[in-house]
């Protein structure tokens, strides 16, 4: 049905008023308003209205206001589907055939969901994981730490009911992918998900807080790679330009928002096995096909992306303007860069986490160095000293894990490794910090004398931490599903634990990132399908609930006017609700200039 208002205003003083109220061009396809009302016809407060393109590769979403009202701007045309979503209820679908720049008045009411079974399997991950009953905090938190690092436990595809034994074949799984859990708690962990993930449904209501900033807000999605992709990070460049690493397949997916066109480039080959330095270990073939495993992204200011190779032990150059690429080889025993970032001086830093290290690369003169962190404790040295002898080892033997059975976690658990994780730089001083995931330590490496010293914090699992503009560090409590400040004037720390959406569950934050202009923190709250924003300001938390269920959101990084953007990462992808990764970026008032631009229509 054609909006009627549409007609009162000429092309061109829509576009004059649009220029007024600093609104983007409407030269876009199909628009709808409307409002979402719940099963009793009072307003959906806080519903997501989604549009999918024709293709259905890609999709734009907003909240509804107190009101229930909605209002979206799309470049889509043809048939197009839209969808209301919000927690509790079941979703209600439209198809609307759509011609271009057409105006359509769409109303939608929510249905209640029709069994308990349907209500249970709409919940996200953290209502199910909430249901295991531990018998020892040392237990859960060993689950929380190793169990939920890769992807979201507790969705539709991992908590089928499992007999002991096929749950011990899992985890061992797990182990390929270096879950580091003792012999013993493989036995436990496997009596308690066969125990309670037994099919039957959960009883709970989610709360996402809906707030009128939320209605302001407008998320967009694309689908980028395939079932067995493994999008590891994504990052803006400075093209506009969204790059993301596929960690399984050697590829790098590049992704322009303008127009949705993706491209792909494969990264070169290399005399190694599938799955590098690591063949050793049970990868999950098909998902790793790969020998680089392509991690973390950062850009020099020659245009220029680094790339860190997880499982080459390598760091690479792609060049956006010749596509080429250019390999680095890190030298000694360094195991598994991870996450990189680039000073103001274009050196390139990154951590080794399963070797204990740090690497500089400075791109001028070709010079790599790699610092040795301190150990942390006997057991941590030995484990530095014999895990890289014990995976050259494992690699004689493919596809096996050897190098698990000899490993000293095995008695004493995953804090006997360092693991040295996220790393940024201060913009006050240059100095270079980072995160010791399983030591629970900080540290800072003075980028001159290279002296190091470090902090312990006070909750456990700091991830992927990040600076704000005035030299403070934000850091995600993975392990405890808290936020971390930590000022390095005074060395004091201040936390907040994230609230959960229901009582008695828990969050697992991976990353955050800093949108600088305004101080607020962007976090990933991968248990619970949402990204969380929180403001130092408040010191309050707010909740954008994700599209998409079992989303799973790694690094951010923030697009020149202000969208931050991440990718869904979740390994398996064929365990995300689409079967596919995708890219999503949120943009914080987009909702409120398509309220704006449609009510000038």
């Not at 600093?22 to 519903?47: C, N, Q, Y």
């Not at 997880?310 to 025993?333: C, W």
């Not at 923190?521 to 300001?537: E, G, K, T």
Request: hydrophobic content about 40%; aromatic content about 10%.
């Amino acid at each position: 049905m054609t909006n009627p208002a549409r007609g009162r205003f000429t092309r061109p003083l829509r576009v004059a008023l649009a220029a007024a109220f600093m609104l983007p061009s409407l030269a876009l396809a199909a628009s709808f308003t409307g409002t979402v009302t719940l099963p009793d016809g009072k307003p959906a407060f806080g519903a997501m209205v989604t549009v999918f393109n024709a293709q259905k590769s890609a999709r734009q979403t907003v909240y509804t206001a107190a009101d229930g009202s909605y209002a979206i701007r799309t470049p889509y045309a043809g048939s197009l589907d839209v969808r209301a979503r919000l927690a509790n209820y079941e979703d209600t679908k439209a198809s609307v055939e759509s011609a271009a720049d057409a105006a359509h008045k769409l109303d939608l009411r929510l249905p209640p969901f029709a069994s308990k079974e349907s209500a249970s399997d709409a919940l996200a991950a953290s209502a199910h994981n909430a249901r295991l009953g531990w018998s020892s905090p040392s237990d859960r938190a060993a689950f929380v730490s190793q169990c939920n690092y890769c992807h979201q436990l507790g969705n539709a595809t991992t908590r089928a009911p499992r007999s002991h034994d096929l749950w011990l074949d899992t985890i061992r799984k797990m182990e390929g992918m270096l879950a580091m859990v003792t012999r013993s708690q493989k036995e436990r962990f496997a009596d308690v998900l066969a125990r309670d993930f037994d099919g039957k449904p959960v009883h709970t209501r989610h709360d996402y807080g809906a707030s009128g900033e939320l209605a302001r807000a407008k998320v967009e999605e694309w689908l980028v790679g395939d079932a067995m992709s493994f999008i590891h990070d994504l990052d803006v460049a400075e093209d506009g330009l969204l790059y993301g690493t596929d960690e399984g397949h050697d590829l790098l997916w590049v992704l322009d928002p303008k127009d949705g066109r993706i491209d792909k480039y494969k990264q070169p080959d290399i005399d190694l096995p599938r799955a590098g330095k690591f063949s050793g270990m049970q990868l999950p073939i098909g998902v790793f096909s790969g020998k680089h495993g392509p991690h973390s992204m950062a850009q020099t200011s020659d245009g220029r992306i680094w790339i860190t190779n997880a499982l080459s032990s390598t760091i690479m150059s792609f060049d956006p303007k010749s596509k080429r690429f250019e390999t680095y080889p890190v030298p000694g025993d360094a195991l598994y860069p991870h996450t990189v970032r680039v000073d103001a001086n274009d050196i390139v830093w990154f951590t080794i986490v399963a070797s204990n290290q740090l690497g500089r690369f400075d791109p001028k003169t070709g010079t790599m160095t790699v610092i040795r962190l301190p150990h942390n404790g006997f057991w941590r040295w030995v484990n530095d000293m014999l895990f890289p002898t014990l995976l050259r080892i494992s690699s004689w033997f493919p596809d096996r894990s050897l190098l698990l059975e000899f490993s000293d976690h095995r008695f004493l658990g995953y804090k006997v490794l360092a693991f040295p994780y996220g790393i940024d730089v201060n913009p006050k001083d240059g100095s270079i910090w980072y995160a010791k995931l399983y030591a629970s330590k900080i540290g800072r490496v003075d980028p001159k004398t290279m002296e190091v010293q470090e902090f312990d914090t006070p909750l456990r699992g700091p991830r992927r931490p990040r600076f704000d503009r005035d030299g403070i560090l934000w850091i995600p409590a993975f392990d405890e599903g808290a936020l971390m400040r930590f000022d390095p004037a005074t060395a004091k720390f201040e936390s907040w634990k994230i609230p959960g959406v229901a009582p008695g569950e828990y969050e697992t934050p991976y990353a955050l990132n800093v949108w600088r202009p305004t101080g607020d923190i962007w976090m990933s709250a991968n248990n619970s399908d949402r990204v969380l924003r929180f403001s130092p300001a408040t010191k309050t938390f707010m909740s954008y609930p994700s599209p998409t269920r079992v989303t799973f959101l790694r690094d951010f990084s923030f697009t020149k006017d202000g969208r931050v953007c991440s990718s869904q990462s979740n390994l398996p992808a064929y365990a995300i609700e689409d079967q596919r990764p995708s890219y999503l970026c949120i943009d914080p008032t987009g909702g409120e200039r398509d309220r704006a631009a449609l009510a000038v229509r």
